[in-house]
């Protein structure tokens, strides 16, 4: 069986879901009971252009300071992450490994946004290659993605040490790159993962729990926000409202097409 159908079989097995969504299938997912939860703003959407998901080039970046491994980007994309790799804009940079810039596809439509890089992403310099990152690989086969089709990065671009949640100064003087990425990437929709993530870019104190089940703004572009994988790892039982978020933003997806 592909890698993706057995990830894709394990998380639905784990969430209690039979029915798996595609974003590619023909058939909307509004159709399904729990995407009825949220509709985008129409005027958000329907005037979007058809979405596309076009082959990535590849590319590693070797800079004096660091190796970034970095799939998926090309030209601004690789030039912004070459000068992120030696930011010193922080005191994260005299505790990191490495800069974790981003990783997938540079022309995707549907970006993920995260809090910021952990241990097993400071060592190898991509975000969400650890547990969290094995959730939300079997997250994305739940909706038939991959993250070679999605772009995946974080709001701030070191590891904090002992993963306490990034400082006020730290995620200002990151927002540097992050405004300039999410410029170049121009997603057609963002999906952010977790409270950290979600009240960093809506720059807003509001619970997670209030800001899901609805469409938020972030330049013009539609955002939705739901649980970090993390969090759905210590705690399972939220599982099945990550998966009707996930089906939401699969409908909002297929109305930009
Ligand atoms: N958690 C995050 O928010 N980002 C990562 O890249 C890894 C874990």
């Known amino acids: 069986m592909p890698e993706n159908e057995q990830f894709l079989e394990v998380y639905l097995r784990e969430i209690g879901v039979q029915t798996p969504v595609s974003l590619f299938a023909s058939t909307h997912a509004a159709d399904q009971p729990v995407a009825a939860l949220a509709q985008p703003p129409a005027a958000v959407v329907e005037d979007a252009p058809a979405v596309s998901v076009s082959d990535a080039d590849q590319a590693s970046v070797i800079t004096s300071e660091v190796s ?23 005191g994260l940079s005299d505790t990191r490994t490495q800069v974790v810039f981003g990783v997938g596809n540079p022309n995707a439509d549907l970006v993920f946004i995260g809090e910021a890089p952990g241990r097993e992403e400071d060592a ?17 086969a739940a909706i038939g993605m991959d993250r070679n089709q ?6 701030i671009k070191c590891r904090p040490p002992n993963n306490r ?6 995620v200002q003087a990151c927002n540097l790159w992050f405004e300039q990425q999410l410029d170049l ?5 963002i999906c952010l993962l977790g409270r950290v993530a979600a009240q960093t870019v809506l720059g807003t104190d509001a619970p997670l729990g209030s800001l899901r089940e609805r469409w938020h703004d972030y330049h013009g572009i539609p955002v939705w926000v ?7 790892l210590r705690s399972p039982s939220q599982k099945q409202k990550s998966w009707q978020d996930l089906q939401a933003v699969v ?3 297929q109305k930009l097409n």
Do not use: W
């Open 68 to 90: 970034v491994a970095l799939a998926d980007i090309s030209g601004g994309l690789a030039e912004l992450a070459i000068k992120a790799s030696t930011c010193r804009l922080c």
């Open 124 to 140: 190898r310099g991509e975000p969400f290659v650890g547990p969290a990152g094995q959730l939300l690989d079997r997250m994305l």
């Open 150 to 155: 999605v772009y995946i990065m974080n709001t």
């Open 165 to 170: 949640d990034p400082k006020a100064d730290e």
């Open 185 to 189: 990437l121009q997603p057609k929709m």
């Open 226 to 232: 739901t649980y970090h994988p993390a969090y759905l």
């Open 251 to 253: 409908a909002g997806f």
